[in-house]
């Protein structure tokens, strides 16, 4: 297969990145003159350069706290993974598992996660361990439900011919559930990834002493709202990249799902 020219690959990168790049670098124009033209209060909104000038003067505290907020989600994210595919292809594969363990799992959901914080530093301590648990319950449910929704919604007549070819229900499960539960599992990968970040920063904000939270909060108790600002941008770039990443596997793994 013949390579394509550079010249060709940079007007497709162009067509696919360059619309949100311009958008983006618009939404920032716009920010920096709105603070100039209103001369609104760096206390209150702080233009997008007077950001920029906080994050390298704070280049090293922001990547220290940036590194513990992207480990404990990870390390959440992770288990999610793990244990919301699991459960998910169980739920999908198993109507009484389905029937049993779904109304639980949308129970649980709808509890707000900040409320489970102060319990599980209760349990674990200040530190870590709550930002990866929280960023590991917030990031859990979309991937049980979008598999367990890809399991059971496979078309009747598709186990029927199957059926009458003499398949068996694990022969339907590892044939067709397995292949058609993908495409569902990184659509959810890249909802949870971004939630995941979420929970971390929810927890690093009530109970740390470390993470991109814990900066944002210490940053706001002395008024340096720049600083406050730089955090989320940090956290913006991070979910973002998570989200790019997830959605490169989906356009490399389950492509033949997509027209």
Not at 62 to 68: F, R, V
Not at 97 to 123: D, E, G, S
Not at 153 to 181: M, N, W, Y
């Amino acid at each position: 297969m013949a390579k394509q020219p550079v010249s060709q690959l940079v007007v497709s990168a162009l067509k696919e990145y360059g619309l949100p790049v311009l958008v983006f670098m618009a939404f920032f124009a716009a920010w920096e003159a709105a603070v100039e033209i209103f001369d609104i209060p760096e206390f209150v909104l702080p233009s997008p350069s007077r950001i920029l000038l906080s994050m390298r003067q704070t280049f090293n505290i922001i990547l220290m706290h940036s590194y513990a907020t992207l480990e404990s989600t990870l390390i959440g994210f992770a288990m999610s993974i793990v244990f919301g595919l699991g459960l998910g292809l169980a739920v999908g594969y198993s109507a009484i598992i389905y029937r049993a363990v779904y109304p639980l799992l949308v129970a649980f959901n709808t509890i707000p996660k900040v409320a489970i914080v102060p319990i599980l530093v209760i349990w674990f301590g200040v530190g870590k361990v709550p930002a990866i648990l929280t960023a590991f319950l917030i990031s859990f449910f979309p991937i049980v439900v979008n598999v367990a929704i890809a399991l059971a919604t496979i078309e009747p007549e598709i186990k029927d011919v199957l059926r009458s070819l003499g398949a068996g229900k694990r022969a339907i499960f590892i044939k067709i559930g397995l292949p058609r539960s993908m495409p569902y599992f990184f659509g959810s990968l890249k909802v949870a990834s971004t939630l995941a970040f979420v929970g971390a920063v929810i927890s690093e904000t009530v109970a740390s002493n470390e993470g991109t939270g814990y900066l944002m909060i210490a940053a706001s108790s002395r008024f340096d709202v720049p600083l406050v600002f730089a955090g989320l941008l940090v956290i913006s770039f991070l979910g973002i990249s998570l989200f790019l990443v997830f959605a490169l596997l989906e356009k490399k793994l389950v492509s033949w799902a997509y027209r």
